[in-house]
C-alpha cells in the first residue's frame, strides 16, 4: 500500500513516515511504518510473524522478540491498548491483524512495470489427466523451483508452499497475497511419447496481466537446457540480473538419457512423500536412472538422501542407510562439484554416521554458498548446530528455513526440535503442534511431541502422541521406542516394559536403534542397561547417537565417567 491511508481517526502517510490527528502529528521510525503497512496492506486478514519478519526485514535475520517490541510501540503511538485492541490485534503464536477499517485516500492506482524479487511456481497442470504422468508435472515444477531458486537476488517459494495450490482455482493476486510474492508463474506439461510440450507464463498479480508467455516443444533428453532457458527468459523478464558465476551455471545444463530422467522425477515423487512405504520405492527409481546414466550426480544425491532417511528411521541399519548414502554423496560430487544438493547430502549422511562435525559444517557452509536459498540445507543445518550446543545458530537456520517455506510440517518439525534441544519446550511443542495445521497426519510431529511433552509433565498427551505416531507407522521400531519413553516417563514401567520385550523379538524388525532403546531405560532409572545400549549405539554408529550432547533424557547420567568418556570418543566440538 504506497498511498496515504485513514485508520479509525489517524490520518497514515507512508511516504513521510507520519501519523496524524487533529493538531497531532508523530514521525514514525520507517521499520514501524512499514509493519503498519505491511498489517494494512492484508487488513483485515491476519499476517503471521514470519510473513512480516520476511517483509519488513527481508535480508536481515531478527528474531520475533524485534517484532514483539515493533507492535508495542505502534499500539503506544496510536493509543491502542492490548488487552482492548481497536487497532491491532494479536493472533496468539500466529501473528497479528488490523481490526479497525482501512479507508485508502488515493483509490487511483497507475500501473508500473515492477521490479520483480519474489515469485512463485504454482503446480504445472497435467494436460494429459492421467494420474500415472502427475509424478512428471509435480517433478518438473519442482525442478524449475530449484533452478530458480539458485539465483541469488530472487526469493522463490519452494515446493511445499507451492504444490498447496494444486488444481486450486484461486485469482493470483489471491495467491501472491497469501504466499508474499511479487509474480506467479503458471503453467502446463504435455507428453508424447519421448517429446514434452511446456507452456509458461510470468503474470503480475497487481494488474493480473500476462507479462511473458511461451510454449517450448523439446525432446525429453533436453529437458534441463529447457530449464535453463525458461529460467534465464523469466530473469529478464522480472529484471533480475545474473552473476556470470549464476549465467554459467545455467549455461553448464546438459542432455540426459530421457529414462533416466522419468526414472529421476519418479524418484523424487517418492522421496518427497518421505513414508516407510515411499522410500524403499525412491530408492529404486534413482537406482534405476543411475543405471541407465551413470553421470547422473543429481540421481545419486537423490538416492544418498533416501537411504540417509531409511537409517534415520531404523527401516535399515545405520551402514546400509547413511554409511552406503555417503559413498553414493561422495561420487555425486566427483561428477558435479557443483551440485548444491550433493553437498548437503553428504553433510547429512556424515552428520548421522561418521560423527566427523568440522566436515559436515564445512559441507553444509559450501552448499549454502553455492545455493543461498536452499531450503533443505538450512533446515537440516540447523538441527546440527543444534545438536553441537549452538543454540543461537540453530534458531537462525531453523527461522531461515521456515521463511523459505512457510507451509512446510517438515520446517516447524525441524525447529521444534532446535528449540527442544536447548530445553525450550513451550517453543518446540508450539513448533511440533504447527506442523498439523499443513499434514494432519505428519507422523514426525507425534514424535516430537511424544518427546517433549513428559518435561512439562504432559504424560497423557506424551503416550496419545506417541500411540499416534506408532499407529500412523504400523508399529515401525523407531515410532515404538518412543511409546517405550513415554510409558517409562510417566511411571508405567509395565507398560515400558512390554515395549522393550517386542523391540528385543528376533528378526521382527530390520533395525532397532541402542540409542532410543538406552532412553527407554534411562527413564526407568536402569543405567547400566542404558550404558550398555548406547555403547551399542556407538559400536554401531547409531544416528542418534548426534543427539548425546543436549538430550535432557540423558541428564541423570552425564556425571558418570562413562558418560564423559562417550562424549569425549564422539569428538564433539567444544
Given at each position: 500500500m504506497s498511498g496515504d491511508f485513514r485508520l479509525e481517526s489517524w490520518l497514515v502517510q507512508p511516504s513521510l513516515n507520519s501519523v496524524s490527528r487533529n493538531d497531532t502529528s508523530i514521525q514514525l521510525e520507517p521499520k514501524l511504518m512499514s509493519?503498519?503497512?505491511?498489517?494494512?496492506?492484508?487488513a483485515p486478514d491476519p499476517v503471521v510473524k514470519e510473513i512480516i519478519l520476511q517483509k519488513v526485514w527481508p535480508d536481515t535475520f531478527v528474531g520475533e522478540s524485534v517484532l514483539t517490541r515493533s507492535i508495542s510501540e505502534l499500539r503506544r503511538l496510536l493509543e491502542d491498548e492490548a488487552k482492548e485492541s481497536r487497532l491491532i490485534q494479536t493472533i496468539a503464536k500466529r501473528g497479528y491483524r488490523l481490526i479497525a477499517p482501512?479507508?485508502?485516500?488515493?483509490?487511483?492506482?497507475?500501473?508500473?512495470?515492477?521490479?520483480?524479487?519474489?515469485?512463485?511456481?504454482?503446480?504445472?497442470?497435467?494436460?494429459?489427466?492421467?494420474?500415472?504422468?502427475?509424478?512428471?508435472?509435480?517433478?518438473?515444477?519442482?525442478?524449475?523451483?530449484?533452478?530458480?531458486?539458485?539465483?541469488?537476488?530472487?526469493?522463490?517459494?519452494?515446493?511445499?508452499?507451492?504444490?498447496?495450490?494444486?488444481?486450486?482455482?484461486?485469482?493470483?493476486?489471491?495467491?501472491?497475497?497469501?504466499?508474499?510474492?511479487?509474480?506467479?508463474?503458471?503453467?502446463?506439461?504435455?507428453?508424447?511419447?519421448?517429446?514434452?510440450?511446456?507452456?509458461?507464463?510470468?503474470?503480475?498479480?497487481?494488474?493480473?496481466?500476462?507479462?511473458?508467455?511461451?510454449?517450448?516443444?523439446?525432446?525429453?533428453?533436453?529437458?534441463?537446457?529447457?530449464?535453463?532457458?525458461?529460467?534465464?527468459?523469466?530473469?529478464?523478464?522480472?529484471?533480475?540480473?545474473?552473476?556470470?558465476?549464476?549465467?554459467?551455471?545455467?549455461?553448464?545444463?546438459?542432455?540426459?538419457?530421457?529414462?533416466a530422467y522419468e526414472a529421476y522425477l519418479k524418484g523424487r515423487y517418492y522421496w518427497n512423500r518421505r513414508s516407510g512405504d515411499a522410500l524403499p520405492k525412491g530408492v529404486q527409481f534413482f537406482q534405476q536412472a543411475i543405471a541407465k546414466d551413470p553421470t547422473y550426480a543429481a540421481a545419486y544425491s537423490g538416492l544418498a538422501d533416501c537411504l540417509s532417511a531409511l537409517g534415520i528411521y531404523s527401516f535399515v541399519s545405520p551402514e546400509e542407510g547413511c554409511g552406503k548414502a555417503k559413498e553414493l554423496a561422495v561420487q555425486a560430487l566427483e561428477i558435479d562439484p557443483s551440485l548444491a544438493e550433493a553437498h548437503v547430502s553428504l553433510a547429512w549422511a556424515m552428520h548421522w554416521h561418521d560423527y566427523d562435525f568440522s566436515t559436515v559444517e564445512r559441507e553444509y557452509t559450501r552448499a549454502l554458498e553455492l545455493s543461498p536459498r536452499y531450503f533443505t540445507a538450512h533446515q537440516w543445518f540447523g538441527l546440527f548446530l543444534a545438536q553441537m550446543g549452538r543454540y543461537e545458530e540453530g534458531y537462525t537456520e531453523g527461522l531461515r528455513a521456515v521463511r523459505l517455506e512457510p507451509c512446510s510440517s517438515a520446517a516447524y518439525w525441524a525447529l521444534g526440535l532446535v528449540y527442544w534441544c536447548s530445553r525450550r519446550y513451550d517453543q518446540a511443542i508450539e513448533q511440533f503442534e504447527r506442523t498439523f495445521e499443513f499434514d494432519p497426519s505428519f507422523v514426525q510431529?507425534?514424535?516430537?511431541?511424544?518427546m517433549v511433552y513428559p518435561y512439562k509433565s504432559m504424560h497423557k498427551e506424551a503416550i496419545a502422541a506417541a500411540q499416534k505416531g506408532v499407529e500412523l507407522t504400523h508399529g515401525a521400531a523407531f515410532f515404538l521406542t518412543c511409546l517405550g519413553e513415554a510409558y517409562a516417563a510417566a511411571g508405567h514401567s509395565d507398560e515400558a516394559r512390554k515395549v522393550l520385550e517386542q523391540l528385543n523379538d528376533p528378526g521382527k524388525y530390520p533395525y532397532v536403534t541402542p540409542y532410543f532403546v538406552a532412553r527407554i531405560h534411562t527413564a526407568l532409572e536402569e543405567k547400566e542397561k542404558a550404558f550398555s545400549y548406547l555403547e551399542t549405539g556407538y559400536r554401531h554408529r547409531d544416528p542418534h547417537m548426534t543427539f548425546l550432547k543436549t538430550d535432557p533424557r540423558l541428564d541423570p547420567l552425564r556425571p558418570d565417567p562413562r558418560f564423559q568418556s562417550l562424549m569425549r570418543r564422539m569428538n564433539f566440538p567444544s
Open positions: 509493519v503498519l503497512v505491511c498489517l494494512a496492506e492484508h482501512v479507508r485508502p485516500l488515493n483509490r487511483k492506482v497507475e500501473y508500473q512495470i515492477p521490479k520483480f524479487r519474489s515469485l512463485a511456481v504454482l503446480p504445472l497442470e497435467n494436460l494429459s489427466h492421467d494420474p500415472e504422468q502427475e509424478y512428471l508435472a509435480e517433478g518438473l515444477t519442482e525442478s524449475l523451483i530449484t533452478t530458480l531458486a539458485k539465483i541469488g537476488d530472487l526469493r522463490v517459494v519452494s515446493r511445499t508452499s507451492s504444490m498447496l495450490y494444486r488444481g486450486v482455482r484461486e485469482p493470483v493476486r489471491e495467491i501472491a497475497r497469501k504466499l508474499q510474492v511479487d509474480a506467479i508463474v503458471e503453467g502446463s506439461v504435455l507428453r508424447a511419447g519421448d517429446r514434452l510440450r511446456i507452456t509458461a507464463q510470468l503474470i503480475d498479480p497487481i494488474s493480473e496481466s500476462h507479462l511473458w508467455a511461451e510454449s517450448y516443444d523439446r525432446y525429453l533428453r533436453d529437458v534441463l537446457d529447457l530449464q535453463s532457458e525458461v529460467t534465464q527468459a523469466i530473469a529478464g523478464q522480472i529484471r533480475i540480473r545474473l552473476t556470470p558465476m549464476e549465467r554459467a551455471n545455467l549455461a553448464s545444463a546438459h542432455s540426459v538419457d530421457p529414462e510431529g507425534y514424535f516430537g511431541l511424544g
